[in-house]
């Protein structure tokens, strides 16, 4: 749905860092998800639902590991944080990973003081290179 992504959108940023393997192969990358909530639209998470959590589209030319949410949510019932997922790909063996890669994340945010609460999904597309 075009316009659900928009709306996503103006709730959050999602900025996205690729780190390349160190072993020079063009092989393995780490990659850094981190979601931003909206300060203009006072969106906070409802840490009582959990953490971001995050979901890719499964693709025999790479295996995903170490998938983990950096921190835990603070132990009050909403805040607004900064939230980030990290994980490697790897590509198959005789594979190159692709050039874009895509998954959703998914979380439970509020708008505003006495806003509505919302579980939305996220598209998130990750360029490896």
Known sequence: MPGWHAKTAELF?????????????GGAVRVHLRFTPSKIKAIHWTNE??????????????TLHDLQGVGKPPKVAASSEERVIEFE??????KALPEKIEG????????????VCQFLRHP???STR
Request: hydrophobic share 40%.
């Open 89 to 94: 790909l790897r590509p198959t063996k005789g």
């Open 104 to 115: 959703a994340a998914y979380y439970f945010v509020c708008e505003g003081e006495a806003g």
């Open 49 to 62: 639902a959990g953490n971001v959590s995050f979901h890719l589209k499964p693709n025999a030319a790479f």
């Open 124 to 126: 998130v597309a990750i």
């Open 13 to 25: 940023s999602v900025s996205t860092v690729i780190v390349p393997s160190t072993k020079g192969d």
